[in-house]
């Protein structure tokens, strides 16, 4: 979610003064045509305008501090064996920096078809959907496969991006009539700490050799007359198949490409300053093909890059106890530090802490980031916002252990821990070994025991879990006791619970089924509850929905395995709970 604010921050700051641009370069967005008159002639039919069709044209240019990319592409098609990637695709974006602001994401794919619209249905990293249309960007004839024509799209999907991560993209078509044979997705991000100067220039359409060669120069750009550095040319290619295909990439050629029937290559390069051409094309005299769009990338330091110190800080926040907080900042310095107060004596250095309050209530919560400049300078802003807050969640424990006899003397028993909690943390562990030894009590389960006799032995053990406020204060308790007969050097088949093992009481409800897997039913026996599925850390992980006034039902599609609880909460406030497994 920090990506998405930090992409509206972005569109501020790539209009602000404190960023200068390359001189010579020209800002260019938009759809095909562009600039139709500084182009050359289309290769073998010069009285056709120049739209996307048989050439490609300008789709994207930038120059900007900090400017660079990230590409994620796929196979799609399912003409062909072995088939593509199947739908939805997923497109793995990596490499954004923390500190970068989106500029702009693109989709690419080319087709063998008849120019159908194509809307991408994409679910980004935070898992939020979105359904996008593509443009047609070109046309040309079909590439040796019988279908009406050879087709190019463009997609504009900067609102879908939320930073790194997997994108599944589903909606391309694919078989007959129209299949595609791959896609590529760009997304342009800009750091504004950085020192360099980035300058991106792509160009699309549809250009297609059914044999032969093909080359096209791009332009409308200058290279700086500075130092030009960490340069990068690629190309996108529909339909290669392994037939001995080079590709030229700013004025290069002899690259292979994998012939995977599209191929995404991107190679470094070379750009010269003041340079204001680039070449691209492929020599392949057996292949058919589809070059969709090809790009140039650079940095240079023609520029003084620099950033103010500016922390600007803001907050939101998921939960009402405990609450999950998410600090960020909306200025282009770099963050040194973060210290939050929550309102109740509580603080924290993390970005992105989460706080349990002892009693509800609204509390003023205050972020301070501190930043620096591009020179070193630090400064310091805050930012406050009241917060509500719910009651704690009831803390709970389930006390367990396991027993075994040492290996080299059977009178000693070690004991493991298996107490299940939530709500607060163990404060106390008591244990009684049942041979009239002294109780041992302490804040960790004792590991073993020697016995002087051997015999059949009570062993209890009772936890105590505690729940503090900011102070340090105790404001909540809750303990429970179990006991187990442990054999101490006789045989003892099976184990079982000892008698006096404090009875289960009646919880007037029932969790079924148990364990369970795709969902948990709950009735309870009495009208107007809270119900609540917890972790073992009492936190609440799903939430449990009514069927009927006595009915509860929950999903755990997306919980992992485990142990879990359900807690119902009745009007008098008491609260009843059971454990269940989640398979």
């Given at each position: 979610?920090?990506?998405?604010?930090?992409?509206?921050?972005?569109?501020?700051?790539?209009?602000?003064?404190?960023?200068?641009?390359?001189?010579?370069?020209?800002?260019?967005?938009?759809?095909?045509?562009?600039?139709?008159?500084?182009?050359?002639?289309?290769?073998?039919?010069?009285?056709?305008?120049?739209?996307?069709?048989?050439?490609?044209?300008?789709?994207?240019?930038?120059?900007?501090?900090?400017?660079?990319?990230a590409t994620a592409t796929n196979r799609l098609g399912q003409r062909f064996f072995p088939a593509g990637v199947a739908q939805p695709?997923?497109?793995?974006?990596?490499?954004?920096?923390?500190?970068?602001?989106?500029?702009?994401?693109?989709?690419?794919?080319?087709?063998?078809?008849?120019?159908?619209?194509?809307?991408?249905?994409?679910?980004?990293?935070?898992?939020?959907?979105?359904?996008?249309?593509?443009?047609?960007?070109?046309?040309?004839?079909?590439?040796?496969?019988?279908?009406?024509?050879?087709?190019?799209?463009?997609?504009?999907?900067?609102?879908?991006?939320?930073?790194?991560?997997?994108?599944?993209?589903?909606?391309?078509?694919?078989?007959?009539?129209?299949?595609?044979?791959?896609?590529?997705?760009?997304?342009?991000?800009?750091?504004?700490?950085?020192?360099?100067?980035?300058?991106?220039?792509?160009?699309?359409?549809?250009?297609?050799?059914?044999?032969?060669?093909?080359?096209?120069?791009?332009?409308?750009?200058?290279?700086?007359?500075?130092?030009?550095?960490?340069?990068?040319?690629?190309?996108?290619?529909?339909?290669l198949q392994g037939l001995g295909s080079q590709l030229e990439l700013n004025n290069v050629g002899g690259y292979p490409a994998l012939e995977d029937w599209w191929d995404f290559v991107e190679v470094p390069t070379t750009v010269f300053p003041g340079?204001?051409?680039?070449?691209?094309?492929?020599?392949?005299?057996?292949?058919?093909?589809?070059?969709?769009?090809?790009?140039?990338?650079?940095?240079?330091?023609?520029?003084?890059?620099?950033?103010?110190?500016?922390?600007?800080?803001?907050?939101?926040?998921?939960?009402?106890?405990?609450?999950?907080?998410?600090?960020?900042?909306?200025?282009?310095?770099?963050?040194?530090?973060?210290?939050?107060?929550?309102?109740?004596?509580?603080?924290?250095?993390?970005?992105?802490?989460?706080?349990?309050?002892?009693a509800p209530g609204t509390y003023l919560v205050c972020l301070t980031i501190i930043t620096t400049d591009s020179d070193g300078k630090t400064c310091c802003e805050q930012f406050c916002k009241k917060v509500?807050?719910?009651?704690?969640?009831?803390?709970?424990?389930?006390?367990?252990f396991k027993w075994y006899p040492s290996n080299t003397n059977p009178m000693q028993i070690h004991f493991v821990d298996g107490t299940v909690f939530g709500g607060g943390s163990i404060c106390n562990y008591e244990m009684d070994f049942g041979d009239g030894s002294p109780i041992y009590s302490g804040p960790t389960m004792p590991s073993f025991h020697i016995y002087t006799d051997r015999g059949v032995y009570i062993v209890c053990l009772k936890v105590t879990v505690c729940v503090y406020d900011a102070a340090g204060n105790v404001i909540q308790k809750c303990e429970e006791r179990i006991c187990y007969e442990v054999a101490v050097n006789v045989n003892l088949t099976p184990l079982k619970k000892a008698n006096t093992t404090i009875p289960e009481k009646s919880t007037g409800m029932n969790v079924f089924p148990n364990p369970a897997n795709q969902e948990i039913n709950i009735t309870v026996t009495e009208e107007n509850a809270v119900v609540r599925i917890l972790n073992a850390n009492g936190?609440?992980?799903?939430?449990?929905?009514?069927?009927?006034k006595n009915i509860y039902r929950a999903d755990l599609t997306n919980l992992a395995a485990g142990v879990y609880f359900v807690t119902v909460q009745s009007a008098d406030g008491s609260v009843k709970k059971e454990k269940f497994v989640k398979e």
């Amino acid at each position: 979610m920090k990506f998405l604010r930090k992409m509206m921050v972005s569109i501020l700051l790539l209009g602000g003064t404190q960023l200068v641009a390359q001189n010579g370069s020209t800002q260019v967005s938009g759809l095909n045509p562009l600039d139709k008159q500084s182009l050359s002639a289309r290769q073998g039919d010069p009285v056709t305008p120049l739209d996307g069709d048989g050439q490609l044209g300008p789709a994207f240019q930038a120059s900007e501090c900090g400017l660079d990319y990230a590409t994620a592409t796929n196979r799609l098609g399912q003409r062909f064996f072995p088939a593509g990637v199947a739908q939805p695709a997923t497109f793995t974006i990596s490499g954004i920096p923390a500190s970068a602001v989106i500029v702009q994401a693109f989709v690419w794919c080319d087709a063998s078809g008849n120019g159908v619209p194509i809307t991408l249905n994409i679910t980004n990293p935070v898992f939020a959907g979105f359904s996008i249309p593509m443009t047609l960007v070109g046309v040309d004839q079909d590439k040796c496969w019988g279908y009406a024509n050879s087709t190019t799209y463009r997609a504009d999907v900067t609102a879908t991006v939320s930073g790194n991560g997997n994108y599944t993209i589903s909606g391309f078509p694919t078989g007959s009539p129209n299949d595609v044979d791959g896609a590529t997705m760009v997304v342009i991000w800009r750091d504004p700490t950085a020192s360099f100067q980035g300058d991106l220039i792509i160009w699309d359409g549809a250009m297609v050799r059914n044999g032969g060669t093909v080359s096209q120069t791009m332009s409308g750009f200058t290279a700086c007359s500075g130092n030009v550095f960490n340069a990068r040319a690629f190309i996108g290619v529909g339909d290669l198949q392994g037939l001995g295909s080079q590709l030229e990439l700013n004025n290069v050629g002899g690259y292979p490409a994998l012939e995977d029937w599209w191929d995404f290559v991107e190679v470094p390069t070379t750009v010269f300053p003041g340079q204001t051409t680039s070449t691209f094309g492929n020599v392949s005299p057996n292949d058919c093909y589809n070059i969709a769009l090809y790009g140039l990338y650079f940095q240079s330091d023609c520029n003084t890059c620099t950033y103010p110190c500016d922390p600007k800080p803001e907050f939101t926040w998921n939960g009402c106890n405990p609450i999950s907080f998410d600090g960020y900042s909306n200025g282009v310095s770099p963050v040194v530090s973060w210290f939050w107060t929550f309102g109740d004596g509580g603080t924290s250095t993390l970005e992105d802490p989460s706080h349990s309050y002892a009693a509800p209530g609204t509390y003023l919560v205050c972020l301070t980031i501190i930043t620096t400049d591009s020179d070193g300078k630090t400064c310091c802003e805050q930012f406050c916002k009241k917060v509500d807050v719910c009651p704690p969640p009831p803390c709970f424990v389930q006390p367990d252990f396991k027993w075994y006899p040492s290996n080299t003397n059977p009178m000693q028993i070690h004991f493991v821990d298996g107490t299940v909690f939530g709500g607060g943390s163990i404060c106390n562990y008591e244990m009684d070994f049942g041979d009239g030894s002294p109780i041992y009590s302490g804040p960790t389960m004792p590991s073993f025991h020697i016995y002087t006799d051997r015999g059949v032995y009570i062993v209890c053990l009772k936890v105590t879990v505690c729940v503090y406020d900011a102070a340090g204060n105790v404001i909540q308790k809750c303990e429970e006791r179990i006991c187990y007969e442990v054999a101490v050097n006789v045989n003892l088949t099976p184990l079982k619970k000892a008698n006096t093992t404090i009875p289960e009481k009646s919880t007037g409800m029932n969790v079924f089924p148990n364990p369970a897997n795709q969902e948990i039913n709950i009735t309870v026996t009495e009208e107007n509850a809270v119900v609540r599925i917890l972790n073992a850390n009492g936190q609440e992980v799903v939430a449990a929905k009514a069927v009927t006034k006595n009915i509860y039902r929950a999903d755990l599609t997306n919980l992992a395995a485990g142990v879990y609880f359900v807690t119902v909460q009745s009007a008098d406030g008491s609260v009843k709970k059971e454990k269940f497994v989640k398979e």
